[in-house]
């Protein structure tokens, strides 16, 4: 079975923060994918990144940042100098080959970034 | 490029009245989901279609619920009876295969069911 964990439900950040929101996953399989969504409040899941099980280098693409460590089956998402466009729900989802490559999704993170 | 297309955005039933959703996904995408977002929760897969063969029904409750990809290509999923349960946020998305291709999701269908 696999399982992702958003333990932050909601966050509230002034615009200019750094936030961090943080995922947890579980999954017996040695090979499997990593991946990050946003969901603003038009409903659409717009997806962010991709990372596999064997590569841990961390990524940074503009604003944001992804921190990947497999010794405690973490893949936190960072945004540096947040701004109100950032507002939205966050949803960290994996997906195994053994499992059916079936897309798993952590409860989501709501994001308010405040002016 | 389109992205996925949905149909209706909202609907609004009665309890044991029947509903249908429609999907077009994204052209020479291969692979068509439907998953169900409740309210303050992830999205939960329904099922999943590789052109218009089912791969993975298993979380579909196939008492009330059924879908269909007729010639691979547009998805409907129904449900008959509703329940008030089944109010969420039906999505779908599409990718190219059933590796691990990125999915692109639809802007969804919000289900009341009073």
């Known amino acids: 079975a696999q399982k992702v964990t958003q333990a932050q439900t909601e966050i509230s950040v002034v615009e200019k923060e750094d936030v961090t929101l943080d995922c947890v996953y579980e999954t017996r399989d040695t090979t499997y994918y990593l991946f990050w969504y946003k969901q603003p409040p038009s409903g659409e899941l717009v997806f962010l990144i991709r990372?596999?099980?064997?590569?841990?280098q961390n990524e940074i693409s503009g604003r944001y940042s992804w921190n990947f460590q497999k010794s405690t089956s973490s893949f936190n998402f960072t945004i540096t100098a947040s701004q109100v466009v950032d507002s939205a729900v966050y949803f960290c989802?994996?997906?195994?080959?053994?499992?059916?490559?079936?897309?798993?999704f952590g409860g989501g993170t709501r994001l308010m970034v405040k002016p | 490029e389109a992205g996925v297309a949905q149909s209706p955005r909202y609907k609004i039933i009665e309890k044991r009245q029947s509903v249908a959703f429609w999907c077009n996904p994204i052209s020479g995408h291969a692979t068509l989901y439907w998953y169900q977002q409740i309210l303050g929760q992830g999205p939960k897969l329904l099922i999943q279609?590789?052109?218009?063969?089912?791969?993975?029904d298993s979380q579909l409750p196939k008492d009330r619920f059924s879908a269909e990809r007729l010639k691979g290509v547009d998805s409907t999923l129904k449900i008959q009876p509703a329940k008030l349960e089944d109010s969420a946020v039906y999505l779908c998305?599409?990718?190219?295969?059933?590796?691990?291709?990125?999915?692109?999701f639809g802007p969804g269908t919000r289900l009341t069911v009073l």
């Open positions: 989802a994996l997906r195994s080959n053994n499992a059916g490559n079936m897309l798993t």
């Open positions: 998305a599409s990718s190219l295969d059933s590796s691990y291709n990125e999915q692109f």
């Open positions: 279609f590789q052109n218009n063969g089912v791969v993975d």
């Open positions: 990372r596999n099980s064997f590569d841990e």
